[in-house]
């Protein structure tokens, strides 16, 4: 595969970005006077600054960009063909909460599912975070911070000529953004309006695996708490469920395709539990079980890096 640094296409990107992300810094810095002014602001502010992003500094037409279509905040398309689903938040509402992040990316998701895009992003105006979605999760595409002083050359993947093309060896943008504790206000608010399973009363995110964040009954392995962290009554049952059994049954509700990529995100779950690496006499089996299959997959160190 032809390395794209090396198409014409991506310097040409490159070079406009770079010449136009000055005046962008700069018509970003006024439209957010209104929150230094005020101590916060709307959503639709956010959604300006993508806007001058989008057909300022990347190649997308004005009538390209898209508000409000069967409720996604913003939908990219190209001759009428949709690429990208934008979900926006108001300034500094994302950056740096994974949990915020999470359950905007479940809401970009399930419109990305019913409106069949292929990839989603979420952005504050702050940061903005783009990924595809893949059998059994998902593959990274860009992480980059709308107010760094340098142009964040990575956001070619999101021009007209790159949103196209697969995006290989990305798998920590995400884990970038640094923790942030989830205090008692965030639960209550982060999955406000979002779909939950009638059963476990839980958003897509929640569970290892995902068919459709529109459907439900396609959602299997819960394996997080609604708040993000792990729950640990679960994710052991979830790991069995495929590397097992759970109460004597195997699971069959996924297809063979996506397993290796629901392993590697109960891997990490595990990983960030202390569970992982499994060593010594006290490991649990389960956790000995899938770092076995997760070295035979060849994707144990990406697993035990995070």
Request: charged fraction near 20%; hydrophobic fraction near 40%.
């Amino acid at each position: 595969m032809t390395d794209h640094t090396s198409l014409a296409t991506y310097r040409r990107c490159c070079d406009g970005l770079t010449t136009a992300w000055p005046s962008f810094l700069a018509k970003r810095d006024e439209r957010l006077a209104q929150q230094r002014r005020f101590g916060a602001t709307s959503e639709k502010v956010a959604g300006n600054i993508l806007e001058d992003l989008f057909t300022g500094v990347l190649d997308w037409s004005l009538a390209d960009f898209n508000n409000q279509v069967d409720y996604a905040d913003i939908v990219l398309t190209r001759l009428g063909i949709k690429h990208l689903i934008v979900e926006v938040k108001r300034p500094g509402s994302l950056a740096w909460n994974q949990h915020s992040v999470d359950a905007a990316l479940a809401q970009a998701h399930r419109y990305a599912d019913e409106q069949k895009v292929h990839s989603v992003a979420v952005s504050d105006g702050v940061m903005l975070y783009a990924r595809d979605h893949i059998p059994g999760g998902h593959r990274d595409r860009v992480f980059a911070r709308l107010d760094a002083t340098e142009p964040p050359l990575d956001l070619w993947w999101l021009s007209v000529d790159g949103i196209y093309r697969p995006r290989a060896g990305g798998e920590t943008a995400v884990a970038l953004l640094p923790p942030s504790p989830v205090t008692e206000s965030d639960s209550d608010l982060q999955f406000d309006g979002l779909l939950l399973h009638p059963k476990y009363q839980l958003p897509a995110e929640c569970f290892a695996y995902v068919g459709s964040a529109a459907d439900v009954h396609t959602w299997h392995l819960p394996y997080r708490l609604a708040d993000g962290k792990p729950d640990l009554a679960r994710l052991p049952k979830a790991i069995q469920a495929i590397l097992s059994n759970y109460r004597g049954t195997h699971v069959t509700s996924i297809p063979e395709i996506a397993i290796p990529e629901v392993l590697v995100t109960l891997g990490r779950t595990a990983r960030q539990a202390g569970k992982l690496p499994a060593e010594g006499p006290g490991a649990a089996q389960t956790y000995v079980q899938l770092q076995e299959a997760l070295n035979q997959l060849g994707r144990l160190i990406e697993v035990l890096s995070v």
